[in-house]
Nanobody, 117 residues
């Protein structure tokens, strides 16, 4: 079983920045992809960003140019740098890790991000 623990959420004013972290209980190099998802109250969960084993990243249109996903294999940690935050970015952010053997997606518990003045 893989444990994913997010941290770094909080309250930030519009235009501010936060960096989320997701610490994994095993080597993240074994995952085919890792990502960040978010869910706002009353809305569907959406994919924010994903990074594949080779290092390529894909972003939702709503966050392109403002968010950056990255990972540190030595620390077994996934990051999401969020800049120029907007009130509509308010949501619970969860990280995921996809494995092939067995084929499974692991989820973290989530961390709350609130963008408000």
């Amino acid at each position: 079983q893989v444990q994913l623990v997010e941290s770094g959420g909080g309250l930030v004013p519009p235009g501010g920045s936060l960096r989320l972290s997701c610490a994994a209980s095993r080597s993240i190099g074994s995952f085919t992809a890792m990502g960040w998802h978010r869910q706002a109250p009353g809305k569907e969960r959406e994919l924010v960003a994903t990074i594949i084993r080779g290092g390529s990243a894909v972003y939702a249109d709503s966050v392109k140019g403002r968010f950056t996903i990255s990972r540190d294999n030595a620390k077994n940690t996934l990051y999401l740098q969020m800049n120029s935050l907007k009130p509509e970015d308010t949501a619970v952010y969860s990280c995921t890790a996809d494995s092939l053997a067995p084929p499974q997606r692991y989820w973290g518990q989530g961390t709350q991000v609130t963008v408000s003045s």
